[in-house]
């Protein structure tokens, strides 16, 4: 299931080389392709993932670490921050990528749905921001943050819901406010909103016909039904590039910005979405 591809590892050159970096949510899906890249590029990954079995395939596939890390708590943020210092004694990237989303309609989303999804997405994503932030500032290097917003975060309609879009405009907010108040610790924080994006993993083919589709790509496409899917196909249609975002689109672009070659940029939303969103 977890194999590294070619496309996974293209464009490998050792930018990373001497760089930490923990990758939340990486044991599948994007943070896996993520965390695939990073490592191809140099750096030494640890995987902050819930789930025991993703984690650890993954890890064992990348030949990287992994930490059993439920981002909704302080105290597990704080056990992986520890558990990265005592294996490699550094931090200097933070990929904040775990999410969860469900598909529901505007008129039905609960308490239990709103709250879930703020403590993963926003919750989760600043506790884990402030926590590396200290240990980047402290160590006077600075370092990269790079925050997994979406284009629902910018008012992409066609999302799974009002909570998940809510939760990712927060990302944004908190790249743009970390990015000015992390910046005279030497701390970069950018976002990377994905567009509809087919995790290699589980997926079937392209197409969005595939019948394992990964959770979050699962929930807002609906995809375990069959009008679920027929929606998907119709979305994909509207993609100017005509094909779904690939998780190794992120990665690449998550390793420029974790790379000294963005040196210049901060706060900045770049959306990975082939043409659906233009702010
Ligand atoms: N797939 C898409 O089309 C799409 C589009 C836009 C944005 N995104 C965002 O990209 C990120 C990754 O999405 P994906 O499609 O790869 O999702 P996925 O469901 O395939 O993978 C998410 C990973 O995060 C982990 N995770 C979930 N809750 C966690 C928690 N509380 N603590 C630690 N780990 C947790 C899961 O176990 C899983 O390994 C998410 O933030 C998602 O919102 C995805």
Redesign the pocket.
């Known amino acids: 299931m977890m194999t590294a591809d070619k496309s996974t590892t293209a464009g490998a050159n050792g930018r990373l080389t001497g760089r930490v970096a923990i990758v939340?949510?990486?044991?599948?899906?994007?943070?896996?392709a993520i965390a695939a890249r990073l490592a191809a590029e140099g750096a030494r990954v640890v995987i902050?993932?819930?789930?025991d079995q993703?984690g650890k395939s993954a890890a064992a596939a990348l030949g990287v670490e992994f930490s059993k890390?439920?981002?909704?708590h302080r105290e597990s943020i704080d056990e992986a921050i520890s558990f990265t210092l005592s294996r490699f004694g550094q931090l200097d990237i933070l990929v904040n990528?775990?999410?969860?989303?469900r598909f529901l309609d505007f008129l039905d989303i609960t308490e239990g749905d709103w709250d879930l999804i703020q403590a993963?997405?926003a919750r989760?994503v600043f506790f884990f921001m402030q926590a590396a932030a200290r240990v980047m500032a402290e160590n006077g290097q600075g370092g990269a943050i790079i925050n997994?917003?979406?284009?629902?975060g910018k008012g992409y309609g066609s999302t799974s819901s009002a909570a998940?879009a809510a939760s990712?405009a927060a990302v944004i907010a908190l790249t743009r406010i970390g990015a000015v108040q992390l910046a005279s610790d030497g701390i970069r924080v950018n976002a990377i909103?994905?567009?509809?994006?087919?995790?290699h993993n589980?997926l079937g083919d392209e197409s969005g016909n595939g019948t394992d589709v990964?959770?979050?790509?699962k929930a807002?496409s609906g995809a375990e039904t069959d009008e679920g899917r027929a929606r998907f196909r119709a979305l994909v249609q509207t993609i100017p590039l005509g094909r779904?975002?690939r998780?190794e689109d992120?990665g690449s672009l998550a390793a420029f910005l974790a790379s000294d070659e963005s040196a210049s940029i901060t706060g900045q939303s770049l959306n990975v979405d082939g043409g659906l969103v233009f702010d």
């Open positions: 939340t949510g990486g044991g599948a899906g994007i943070g896996y902050a993932e819930r789930d993703y890390t439920d981002v909704r990528n775990a999410g969860v989303t993963v997405n989760g997994i917003a979406s284009i629902a998940y990712k909103c994905p567009g509809i994006t087919v995790t589980l990964a959770p979050v790509s807002w779904p975002s998780p992120m």
